[in-house]
């Protein structure tokens, strides 16, 4: 059973910044990939960064240039540094690893971590 634990979100000012933590219950070094999403109120969940097995990095177009995704392996554990944060930024903000089970790709997430910046 893959267990993944969010932390670091909270309240920060415009501009400020907020490093968010997931940490797996597994060894992380060779899963297909590693994301975060977040939903805001009244929306849809979002991508928002993703990360592969090589270190290969994407982002949403609106956090690019002040979020980075990160991850160490030797910690299980997965980041995202989040700076310059924007009011837009709030929303519950939710860790996703994809990992090859046989022939399945499947996915597991974690609970969510609020973060909320205040204009």
């Known amino acids: 059973q893959v267990q993944l634990g969010e932390s670091g979100g909270g309240s920060a000012q415009a501009g400020g910044s907020l490093r968010l933590s997931c940490t797996a219950s597994?060894?992380?070094?060779?899963?297909?990939?590693m994301s975060w999403y977040r939903q805001a109120p009244g929306k849809e969940r979002e991508f928002v960064s993703v990360i592969d097995s090589v270190g290969l990095t994407s982002y949403i177009d609106s956090v690019k240039g002040r979020f980075i995704i990160s991850r160490d392996n030797s910690k299980n554990t997965l980041y995202l540094q989040m700076n310059n944060l924007k009011p837009e930024d709030t929303a519950m903000y939710y860790c996703?690893?994809?990992?090859?089970?046989?022939?399945?790709?499947?996915?597991?997430w974690g609970q969510g971590t609020q973060v909320t910046v205040s204009s």
């Open positions: 597994i060894y992380i070094a060779y899963m297909y990939d």
């Open positions: 996703k690893i994809r990992r090859r089970e046989g022939r399945d790709l499947n996915e597991y």
